[in-house]
């Protein structure tokens, strides 16, 4: 079983930012999607933004222009820029991974089997 462990949630104001962190294997960064997950309250699952097997990235919409995803490899971390944060993107985010993929394949997010144990956000107005 991967072992993800995610940090850097925490309150901030509307307009603010963060940035998550995710501590992972370093034998998954180039063979395995990896992603960010929102669980919003009352709300399943999504997917916030990702990286395809092999390194090209994806973040969805409402994220795309405010959020960056990106990775450091010699720390085995991948992180979430969360700029010009809003109360909406209130909610627990978790880092996952998918088992291996062919390179340049982006996983669909039914895909992503094993999961950090998540860190809250909250945004204020």
């Known amino acids: 079983q991967v072992q993800l462990v995610e940090s850097g949630g925490g309150s901030v104001q509307g307009g603010g930012s963060l940035t998550l962190s995710c501590l992972a294997p370093?034998?998954?960064?180039?063979?395995?999607?990896m992603g960010w997950f929102r669980q919003a309250p009352g709300k399943e699952r999504e997917l916030v933004a990702a990286?395809?097997?092999?390194?090209?990235?994806l973040v969805k919409e409402p994220w795309r222009g405010r959020f960056i995803i990106y990775r450091d490899e010699t720390k085995n971390t991948m992180y979430l820029y969360m700029g010009s944060l809003k109360p909406e993107d209130t909610g627990v985010y978790y880092c996952?991974?998918?088992?291996?993929?062919?390179?340049?394949?982006?996983?669909?997010?039914?895909?992503?089997?094993?999961w950090g144990q998540g860190t809250q956000v909250n945004v204020s107005s």
């Open positions: 370093g034998s998954i960064f180039s063979t395995n999607c």
């Open positions: 990286f395809a097997s092999g390194g090209s990235t």
């Open positions: 996952a991974t998918t088992p291996t993929r062919h390179p340049g394949y982006m996983c669909m997010a039914k895909e992503y089997r094993a």
